[in-house]
Nanobody, 115 residues
Framework: QVQLVESGGGLVQPGGSLRLSCAAS????????MSWYRQAPGKERELVAA???????TNADSVKGRFTISRDNAKNTVYLQMNSLKPEDTAVYYC?????????WGQGTQVTVSS
């Protein structure tokens, strides 16, 4: 079965960096686009970044120039490098894959940006 496991979240000061990882299993990872979403308290879940099977990527306007999505097909893992973090980046971050028109989500990892 499809399984997505995020890791790498934590508490970081404004201006700091974190790298999130999402380890995937249960499907042929290299054949699927992957994406990162986040959900802050009291807000809807929003798309942060997405990466195609060929490695092309898109970012939300709010994170352009600060976040980078990448993938390692040999490790079945998608990453989110987050630099210049701001308090408004505080949220639970989730990775997602859509397979056979169904969205699979990980359990999420908490990112807190605070001094």
């Amino acid at each position: 079965q499809v399984q997505l496991v995020e890791s790498g979240g934590g508490l970081v000061q404004p201006g700091g960096s974190l790298r999130l990882s999402c380890a995937a299993s249960g499907f042929t990872f290299s054949r699927y686009a992957m994406s990162w979403y986040r959900q802050a308290p009291g807000k809807e879940r929003e798309l942060v970044a997405a990466i195609t099977t060929a490695g092309g990527s898109t970012n939300a306007d709010s994170v352009k120039g600060r976040f980078t999505i990448s993938r390692d097909n040999a490790k079945n893992t998608v990453y989110l490098q987050m630099n210049s973090l701001k308090p408004e980046d505080t949220a639970v971050y989730y990775c997602k894959v859509t397979r056979a028109w169904y969205d699979y989500w990980g359990q999420g990892t908490q990112v807190t940006v605070s001094s």
